[in-house]
């Protein structure tokens, strides 16, 4: 089993800056993809970026050139900069982890981030 805790979420004015923190703890694979989803009400939840143990990135459109995924091997934490947010980045967003060789993946609880004036 692996613990994800999530960290960093709330309410933030249009234009402002969250980052948002996962660690993964437990049974930790040798290699694994973290990433972040988010899901707004009423809607689909949906790929907001991911980053592999060799550090290569995705990216949904719509964050590109605004947000930033990184991550502290040593600590096996994932961590996301969101900059020139906007009012429908508005969700609760989900830390991933999942192998990406066995059909294995695990959710964080979910953060709550707000962009609103």
């Known amino acids: 089993q692996v613990q994800l805790v999530e960290s960093g979420g709330g309410l933030v004015q249009p234009g402002g800056s969250l980052r948002l923190s996962c660690a993964a703890s437990?049974?930790?694979?040798?290699?694994?993809?973290m990433g972040w989803y988010r899901q707004a009400p009423g809607k689909q939840r949906e790929l907001v970026a991911t980053?592999?143990?060799?550090?290569?990135?995705n990216y949904a459109d719509s964050v590109k050139d605004r947000f930033t995924i990184s991550r502290d091997n040593a600590k096996n934490t994932v961590y996301l900069q969101m900059n020139s947010l906007k009012p429908e980045d508005t969700a609760v967003y989900y830390c991933?982890?999942?192998?990406?060789?066995?059909?294995?993946?695990?959710w964080g609880q979910g953060t709550q981030v707000t962009v609103s004036s």
């Open positions: 991933n982890y999942r192998s990406p060789i066995l059909p294995i993946a695990y």
């Open positions: 437990g049974s930790i694979f040798s290699i694994y993809v």
């Open positions: 980053i592999n143990t060799g550090g290569s990135t």
